[in-house]
Structures are given as C-alpha cells and as structure tokens.
C-alpha cells in the first residue's frame, strides 16, 4: 500500500517528529547522537547559517565527507535552504572530485579534516562562497588549522561553530516537491560521472512506496554500513529513517566484525534493518560462523545483482530474510522489490513497486518482449528524474516521452518477477552467441571454492570476444581451474563458459557494489602484454 503521508516537504517531516517523538534518536555513530528534535533545530540553524553566508536558492553545496552523523544532517538541511546537496565519495581521486565540484557549481563545501586538504587545493580555482569543516571529534579537535597549522585558512568555518550559534535568518523552507533537493553522481562505472537531479517528491515516494510497505517503521532501528554518498543511502537510510520516525547508527565503513559486534544492538535498541550491498552479504556468510543479532527481522540488498547463491547461503546460515532489490540512481533507487511476505524468487530481483510501471523492450525494433525473452528495463513514474546537470543531449537520449531507458537487461517471468542479466554495453558476443556476465557470474558464485567473481569479455582473433572470468578464491590455497571451469560447465552452455581465469585478491566495485569492468579489462590488457 502507497503510504502517501510521507511524501511531505523535509521541514514538514522533521516538525512533525519534534513534537511527537522529540527524544527519539535520529542518527548516531561513534562521536555524535542526535534526536529528532535536535535534527528540526539544528537543520533549520543550518539552513539559516548557509543563507547567511549567501547561499541563494538553487545553489549547490558539495558535502565531501565520510560517514557520520554530519552527512544526513547537511543531506536534510540543505534543501531546507532552498538549495541542493550534492554529495562525492570521500575515496574518489582527486580528479573525480575536481569534476564534481566544477560541474556542479558549488558555492559551499561541508568536508572534514580528513579531506580538508584536497578541498584546500581545489578551493584555489573554484568560486567558494565558504568552506564548513567538521572536525574528527566535535568539539575540540584543531578543524580550523591552515596549511602553515597556525590557524584558520579565509572562508573557512568550524561546522561546530554553526551548531552553536543562532543563525540571523530562518529557514527558507520554500522547495516544492518538485524542485530538485539532491543531485547525485552517477557511479562512473563506464565513463564521466553524470550529476542525477532528484526530487522531495521521486525520493519520498520510493520511502512511500518501497520502504514503509516493506516494513520499516518508527520502531525500527537499522544498521547501516552503506555509503552515504550513494542515492541507495541517501533514500533509504537518511529520507526514509525520518520519514518514518525511525533509528540508525551510521557506520564509518564496512567490516564483517564491525557489523557483528554492533547487531548485538546499542543506546538506540537492538537492531531490527540492516541494508546493505550484495558484497557485504557476501562476506558475512564468508566469514561469520554465527550472527548474534536478537532483534534483526531483515536485511535488505540492493545496489548491484545479488546472486541466488549468495541469498540462499545466508538465509541458510542465519535464519534472516535477505530481500532483493533493483534500482538506480536516476529513479530515485528502487524500481523492483522482493517483499517479506507472499513468493520469493531467488536470483530475482522481485517485482515492479507500487505505482511505477517497467516494460521490457527489445533495443533493436523498442518492442515489448514476452515473458522469458530478454529486455531493456524501461521505467516512467514520479521518482524518474528530472534529468542530467547541464546535459540536455544526455537528458533527451535516456528519458523519452516519461519513460527512462536504463541500460539494464532483464527477463521477466510469467508471474512478473525481473531477473536482471546485464547492460546492453556488457554484452559480449562470442562467435555470434550472447553471453552476459551476470549469468556467468552466478554460475562460478554458486561453486564452493569461488569467494567472488566477475567476467568481461576480451578480443579474439577468430570469435571476436570471449569471457574471461576474475575469480577471487574461497580460502587458502590456489584454485584448481580446470575444476572451476567443469563446474561453470555443469550449469552453463558450453558457449558461456570463460575461456580463462585470472585469480585476483579483490574485484574492484563502487560504493553500491556494481563491477568496475574496465578496470578488469585495463588488468586483461596488461596481463596481454606482458606475454
């Protein structure tokens, strides 16, 4: 059932949980707690400072900070200043933060002193109004050194500082739901990152669509180790924990013993969520023996393709829901769901959540395929974004008529669920057969002595492009191929079995866990030439 009660502007939300929730928690992580009538207070001081400093409506503020407290509050307050948060992976080279600050146009940067130098380098040639730093341990930790550590570099300001001080304005609280709030930037898995328009209302929507049916409600408390700077995050972790009254403690990182210790549960309450990534998942059932989390209900993945395997081994192991999503940054994330009660569909993505309506369409003649035939997922509902940052020509290619062409290929089952099995640019074409690697890859997922994998294809002389499969190994010990590449055989055609393994430590992945392929084909290439 659509919960429409949460599809309000963020001011509303946060008002709301002040007077009937005031001393729940919010967010917390290891320095700051927050409730949620200090998250209505401290938002709306924010917002107010950021206008004082002269941020005008539809100005952008680049948050560029690691996960903490600190990021959901800029992620809220900012649009309640009329303007739009933008955040950047805090691992990013510095020539990809470079990018996202000249294409966005940012007039703030919110950063720590972790990153506080490369935003000083950058600062230079960019047209900065102020930079706001969040020092390691609030208060007291010297956040306002300069470059020669005697002080305070100009237009530099303690966020501390913000916190405590009344600000001279009010909130603005003047976007409509339609105006763009957030603009992320797509994972730049096959080229330039594309800064992603979202809005109050495509964002709150999924949280009314996807998040609140799902189960996820005011006495929740989830575990979130996900980047904050993903749009996976941003809706599910920030919007919906508000929207819905509910507690997070904010993970720094990803690490198996990390999460195991803290699903024990906390000052918050035990947890009940925990979101994740395909590869976390991975890892856990890897390397826990037990999962000591009495209050966990569920866990969700989403991000990148969940293998069946993978699903079937942890909910074997710990006796957890794992539920399955897809979705993108440009539909606002969630496009399908697996849900907690009715048929599940392992290795499947789930089916299309409430109100958005998915086709299917062969790329050649953008016909709708029949069931079990393979298809580009195109979407059109009201969490399609509105489109690109100053990219018309992007914009107009992938959104047409209000329906958003994803890239992604699917296969849908009579009973609606989407299996998804690749991009139409991951295709490889072998000696005129199509292989996807998604297929491949869950096929090695599935063999006992593989921890992870990934395929690409590579040049042949005669074929044109045969798999190659990166395999990261289960254990100590190298992989006897030849017994990979049977096992691959029993569950694929004789086609689709890689033509070589390469063992790798890791498989390079973004923050949401999609495969770094070209980074696979540079290493393919240089193995190449090495010979």
């Keep these: 059932m659509l919960r429409t009660e949460y599809i309000r502007p963020v001011h509303e939300i946060l008002a709301g949980h002040a007077a009937e929730r005031p001393e729940r928690i919010a967010f917390v992580d290891d320095v700051r707690t927050i409730t949620y009538a200090d998250l209505a207070a401290t938002t709306a001081r924010l917002a107010g400072h950021l206008q004082g400093i002269g941020v005008e409506r539809g100005d952008r503020v680049l948050l560029y900070l690691?996960?903490?407290?600190?990021?959901?509050?800029?992620?809220?307050?900012?649009?309640?200043?009329?303007?739009?948060?933008?955040?950047v992976n805090p691992a990013s080279p510095v020539a990809e933060v470079e990018h996202v600050l000249?294409?966005?146009?940012?007039?703030?940067?919110?950063?720590?002193?972790?990153?506080?130098?490369?935003?000083?380098e950058l600062a230079v040639g960019a047209d900065l109004l102020a930079v706001v730093v969040v020092a390691d341990d609030e208060p007291g930790a010297n956040a306002g050194a300069g470059p020669d550590g005697r002080g305070r570099a100009d237009g530099e300001i303690r966020y501390a500082d913000l916190l405590a001080t009344p600000a001279a304005e009010d909130p603005r609280d003047c976007l409509d739901l339609d105006d763009t709030a957030w603009m992320l930037y797509t994972s730049g898995t096959t080229g330039r990152p594309k800064g992603v328009y979202l809005t109050q209302r495509g964002c709150l929507w999924v949280v009314a669509a996807c998040w609140a049916p799902v189960g996820i409600g005011p006495d929740d408390v989830l575990l979130s180790p996900l980047p904050l700077f993903h749009s996976y995050a941003l809706v599910l972790c920030v919007l919906g924990v508000a929207a819905v009254g509910a507690s997070e403690r904010i993970l720094p990182r990803f690490s198996v013993d990390d999460?195991?210790?803290?699903?024990?549960?906390?000052?918050?309450?035990?947890?009940?969520?925990?979101?994740?990534v395909p590869t976390m998942f991975h890892y856990m059932v890897d390397r826990l023996d037990v999962l000591d989390a009495p209050g966990l209900r569920m866990c969700i993945s989403a991000g990148a393709i969940l293998a069946a395997a993978v699903n079937e081994r942890f909910e074997?192991?710990?006796?957890?829901?794992?539920l399955d999503g897809?979705?993108?940054?440009?539909?606002?994330?969630?496009?399908?769901?697996?849900?907690?009660?009715?048929?599940?569909?392992?290795?499947?993505?789930?089916?299309?959540?409430?109100?958005?309506?998915?086709?299917?369409?062969?790329?050649?003649?953008?016909?709708?395929?029949?069931?079990?035939?393979?298809?580009?997922?195109?979407?059109q509902g009201p969490n399609v974004t509105p489109g690109y940052h100053h990219l018309p020509d992007a914009t107009a290619a992938a959104i047409v008529d209000g329906w958003y062409r994803t890239g992604d290929l699917a296969r849908r089952d009579e009973h609606g669920y989407l299996r998804i099995s690749g991009r139409t640019k991951e295709l490889i074409i072998r000696?005129?057969?199509?292989?996807?690697?998604?297929?491949?890859?869950?096929?090695?997922?599935?063999?006992?002595?593989?921890?992870?994998?990934?395929?690409?294809g590579v040049p042949h002389e005669h074929l044109g492009e045969v798999p190659v499969a990166f395999v990261v190994p289960r254990g100590p010990g190298a992989l006897d191929h030849d017994s990979v590449l049977a096992g691959a055989g029993q569950r694929l055609s004789s086609f689709k079995v890689p033509a070589r393994l390469v063992e790798v430590e890791t498989i390079p992945r973004t923050g949401s866990g999609k495969i770094l392929r070209f980074r696979l084909r540079d290493e393919m290439a240089s193995l190449t030439n090495e010979r």
């Design 431 to 456: 000696g005129g057969e199509n292989i996807y690697p998604a297929e491949v890859e869950d096929a090695l997922l599935a063999l006992d002595t593989v921890a992870d994998a990934a395929v690409v």
């Design 326 to 379: 897809y979705g993108i940054t440009e539909t606002s994330t969630m496009v399908t769901m697996n849900w907690p009660t009715g048929e599940r569909v392992m290795g499947s993505c789930g089916l299309p959540i409430p109100g958005l309506t998915v086709r299917l369409v062969d790329p050649a003649t953008q016909r709708d395929v029949l069931p079990g035939e393979e298809g580009e997922i195109w979407v």
């Design 66 to 87: 690691d996960n903490r407290v600190e990021v959901a509050e800029s992620y809220l307050a900012v649009p309640r200043a009329g303007a739009v948060a933008v955040c």
């Design 259 to 276: 999460v195991a210790q803290r699903l024990t549960g906390g000052p918050e309450g035990d947890v009940t969520v925990m979101p994740g």
């Design 316 to 322: 074997k192991a710990f006796s957890v829901p794992l």
């Design 102 to 120: 000249a294409d966005s146009g940012a007039r703030v940067v919110v950063t720590d002193a972790a990153h506080l130098g490369v935003v000083r």
